[in-house]
C-alpha cells in the first residue's frame, strides 16, 4: 500500500485544458455530459499529448486506475 500511496502522490491532477496541453501524456477520466468531449481531445492531440480516457463507473475506474499504479502506468 505504500507503494500506492507514493505513486499517487506523485500524480498531478487538474481541469485546466490549457494546463494539460503542456502534459505528455493525459488521462481523461469519466464518460457521460460532465467528461471532456472530443474537441477538447482533439487539442490535446493537437497540442502533442498522448491523450487516453478511462470510462465506467466509479468503482470500474479506481479499479483500473489502481491497477496501472501497481504496474508503474498510471
Do not use: F, M, Y
Not at 5 to 17: E, R, V
Not at 23 to 50: F, N, Y
Amino acid at each position: 500500500q505504500a507503494v500506492v500511496d507514493q505513486k499517487l502522490a506523485d500524480l498531478t491532477a487538474g481541469a485546466s485544458l490549457d494546463h494539460a496541453k503542456l502534459a505528455g501524456h493525459v488521462t481523461l477520466i469519466g464518460g457521460g455530459p460532465d467528461a471532456p468531449g472530443a474537441t477538447a481531445e482533439q487539442a490535446l492531440v493537437a497540442a502533442g499529448c498522448r491523450v487516453e480516457r478511462i470510462e465506467g463507473d466509479a468503482n470500474d475506474v479506481a479499479a483500473e486506475l489502481a491497477q496501472r499504479i501497481q504496474v508503474g502506468q498510471p
